[in-house]
Every structure is written in structure tokens, then in C-alpha cells.
């Protein structure tokens, strides 16, 4: 079993890259272990943090892109109703 590199908890290397994978997006913690190494979920999520900004406003209650295209299009394809995604991302969502 593999232990952080920058706590020192034994982890499941499958579990975490899951976990970190299903929160932030396919090859995240992948792309975060290249650069430091193997970390476990809390410290992977503390790095993901500081490379993206303040940990709040990332654990806010942020909207699907499925949803966001729905309000998005019944708004007439508002400019100020696309929820932080781009409007390529919410025309695909649509599709």
C-alpha cells in the first residue's frame, strides 16, 4: 500500500484516483501525481485547490452543465446565464 509523500498516510492508490477522478474530472489525479507524486485523497484535494483557486468557492453547490443548458437555453441563450461554463461546453450539453 503506498504512502502520501507529503503527510505520510497509507492509502489505495485505485480508491483515491477515483475519488479525485469523479470529483475534479478524468485524469486528475493523474495529472497531479506527475507533478508531486503519489498523494492521498486530502492532500491531492489541497493541491487541486491551490493550483484552482479558494476551496469555498469550488465546493459550492455548482450546477450540472446538462442543467445550466437548460436554464441557459430557455433564457434565449443569455450571455449572464451560463453558470461559469462556455457556451461551446452548454450547446454540447444540449446535443
Do not use: H
Request: contains cysteine; negative net charge.
Amino acid at each position: 500500500m503506498p504512502k502520501c509523500i507529503m503527510c505520510g498516510k497509507n492509502f489505495s492508490k485505485s480508491r483515491v484516483e477515483d475519488y479525485i477522478d469523479s470529483k475534479f474530472g478524468f485524469s486528475e489525479y493523474e495529472r497531479i501525481e506527475s507533478s508531486v507524486g503519489e498523494v492521498c485523497d486530502s492532500c491531492a484535494m489541497g493541491i487541486y485547490y491551490a493550483e484552482n483557486g479558494d476551496d469555498d468557492e469550488l465546493n459550492s453547490d455548482k450546477i450540472s452543465v446538462y442543467e445550466a443548458a437548460e436554464i441557459w437555453a430557455s433564457s434565449g441563450k443569455d450571455e449572464d446565464q451560463t453558470f461559469g461554463y462556455t457556451t461551446e461546453e452548454l450547446e454540447e450539453a444540449l446535443n
